[in-house]
Every structure is written in structure tokens, then in C-alpha cells.
């Protein structure tokens, strides 16, 4: 598909996004703001971040919208139109992703195999011992994620699946036995995939691949020629990934800062393709969202936001270069 405009921040790109379908809206945080947009692209100030540079993990629990930066948390309010950095003493320090699951926010810390959990319905209060550690190895999580009503703890070198236990207190426990030997290699890169996720993913032998989640177990997605190009990259700890269905196919965008290119997953045909824009080796496209039955990518090199367009023919007006390979 080509892009087209929908919005824009200015010269820097922004830090992340979410749809937040109770309103038919969007919140994006650049630099150190937190906007709220309408289907229109009509930007409203909800509210001001401590920090203005790296990614944010954003999520909600259908009235408040969750933040963090890997400094801060902090709670936006959807009905009373309250934004607040979340000062409760035993809300831990550097948090760095956040999801949802029956009721409470879960938030990983930076260098940490420790996650914790809010209150119910409550990102504003936490208890000090309302937390957990991955119990099959004590690799940091470098992620925490929620798929199909598990709760994934992503580690360096393994990954786990809690389940729901019951307890009131603290209400995961950890489903023995399914842990599996690969971890994530890249935060950013996790989006969700076909009715599960997908990530770039990395076992203790050092090997690196794109996989998505089958069961408990990573099945992989790339090729041998496509790990042999990941694989030969000096860094991808910073690939970023986002997701959409076109036409019925379910898609899988990575990009590769380092490695300076973006590559397309068709899970439908199973092939993959190299991405680019016109006079560039990557695609512009750093992170993307669904919205409004539609999916909205940010630009990486400024704070545009586009949508993904099938009848499009033009990247925002830039040609789009277009080439087949055969295999023979």
C-alpha cells in the first residue's frame, strides 16, 4: 500500500501511539506531550511528559491510558481529563513497557526480571509487594506482553506464559513446563500477529530470527536467506515492528536502524519482501497502529503520521519503487 498524510507533529518523530477505541481516537506522545487526535488529525493537548527523547509503551484499561518512558509512568484520565505522573511511593522505578490483563496494568523495569501490577482498574496505585520475578531464568524481561489472556515475560534468552491464578491479591501465576529457550532481541519489535504476536527472537546459541508465537513455542517466520542478512547485522536490539491486514494477508514490518533496511512478512504466501522509500535504503515507516479501520504508521525521521493506503500510488507523494525477483 502507499501512504498518505493524515497528521503532523513537526520536525522530530514521535514516540508512540495507540488507538483507544471507547472514543474513536488516538494518543500519540511527541517529545514531551501527550496529544490526542480525532479521525480528522485534530490535535488536542492532554497532558506533559518528564522526558522528551526514546520510545514509549502505552496502553489502557478503558478509562485511563497508561505511559511509560523507561523513567516515568504516568496515568491520563479519558473522563475526567486528568493527565498525572504516578507518585505512589511503591510504583517501581524505570519502567519501560506496560500492558493490560483482567483488570491491571503490568509494567517491566529496565535491567530487571521483576514486573509488577497495579491495582484494579487503577494505574495510579500500586502495592510493594504486588510483584513477581520470571522464575525459568535470570535473564532481565525485556518486555512484558499479553496474548490470547496469558501474560508473557520476555526475557533476553527465554521467554515464559503466566496464566491467570485466581488470587486476589496477586492474580498471575507462572504455567510450568512451557517456558521455551528464546528470548526477545528487540523490544520494539513484538506486534501482534494472526491471532497471536510476533518478534524478533534470539536462543543462547546466539542465533536470531523473526517468529511468531504458536502455542508456547516461537515457529519461525524467516528464511535462510533472511537470518543470514539479520544475523550479519553488527546490532539489531533496535528493530521496531508493526503489523496490519491487507486484502485478507496478514503483514509483519520490520526495521532494521543499524542495518538500515525494513522488510515485509505476507503470512498468507509466506514470502518476504525488502521495503524501501523513494531515494532511501529502508522505509520510512518507524512504528504502526490500528485506527478506525485503518492503520496509522509514524515517519521516523520527522513527526508525519500516515495512513497505509492500498489505492494509494505514491509514499505522500514520492514515487514508489517497485521490483520482481525471480528465484530462477
Same mark, same amino acid.
Given at each position: ?59 489502557? &484499561? ?5 505511559? @511509560?518512558?523507561?523513567?516515568? +509512568? /504516568? ?5 475526567? =481529563? ?30 530487571s526480571s521483576r514486573f509488577y ?61 512451557v517456558a521455551t529457550e528464546w ?19 534470539? &536462543? ?5 530470527? @523473526?517468529?511468531?508465537?504458536? +502455542? /508456547? ?5 524467516? =528464511? ?105
Open positions: 500500500p502507499g501512504t498518505t498524510l493524515f497528521t503532523n507533529f513537526g520536525a522530530t518523530p514521535c514516540r508512540g501511539g495507540m488507538e483507544f477505541d471507547k472514543l474513536d481516537v488516538m494518543y500519540v506522545v511527541h517529545r514531551g506531550t501527550l496529544w490526542e487526535v480525532n479521525n480528522a488529525g485534530v490535535q488536542t493537548n492532554r497532558g506533559t511528559l518528564l522526558t522528551t527523547t526514546g520510545r514509549v509503551s502505552m496502553t489502557d &484499561n478503558g478509562t485511563q491510558v497508561m505511559i @511509560v518512558d523507561g523513567t516515568y +509512568g /504516568y496515568i491520563y484520565n479519558t473522563v475526567t =481529563n486528568v493527565f498525572a505522573q504516578i507518585v505512589d511511593v511503591d510504583f517501581p522505578a524505570n519502567p519501560t513497557t506496560v500492558t493490560f490483563l483482567a483488570g491491571r496494568f503490568v509494567v517491566s523495569l529496565s535491567g501490577v497495579s491495582d484494579m482498574y487503577d494505574g495510579i496505585s500500586w502495592q510493594a509487594l504486588n510483584f513477581a520475578n520470571a522464575e525459568t531464568s535470570p535473564d532481565a524481561i525485556n518486555g512484558i506482553w499479553e496474548s490470547n489472556g496469558q501474560l508473557i515475560p520476555q526475557g533476553d534468552r527465554t521467554m515464559e506464559f503466566w496464566g491467570l491464578s485466581g488470587a486476589a491479591d496477586f492474580p498471575f501465576a507462572v504455567v510450568q513446563g528470548g526477545l532481541a528487540a523490544r520494539w519489535s513484538v506486534a501482534k500477529y494472526d491471532n497471536t504476536f510476533a518478534c524478533l527472537i534470539r &536462543n543462547r546459541m546466539g542465533q536470531v530470527m @523473526v517468529a511468531k508465537i504458536s +502455542g /508456547y513455542l516461537p515457529e519461525r517466520i524467516s =528464511n535462510d536467506d533472511l537470518d543470514s542478512i539479520i544475523n550479519g547485522y553488527t546490532d539489531v536490539s533496535d528493530a521496531s515492528a508493526y503489523s496490519y491486514m491487507l486484502g485478507g494477508h496478514p503483514m509483519y514490518v520490520i526495521n532494521f536502524g543499524i542495518g538500515n533496511a525494513t522488510w515485509l512478512y505476507d503470512g498468507s504466501t509466506g514470502i518476504w519482501s525488502k521495503l524501501k522509500g523513494f531515494g532511501i535504503n529502508r522505509h520510512f515507516a518507524e512504528f504502526g497502529f490500528s485506527f478506525l479501520n485503518s492503520t496509522i504508521v509514524s515517519d521516523y525521521a520527522d513527526g508525519n503520521l500516515y495512513r497505509l493506503t492500498k489505492t494509494a500510488l505514491t509514499d505522500n507523494g514520492a514515487s514508489i519503487e517497485r521490483s520482481v525477483t525471480s528465484e530462477t
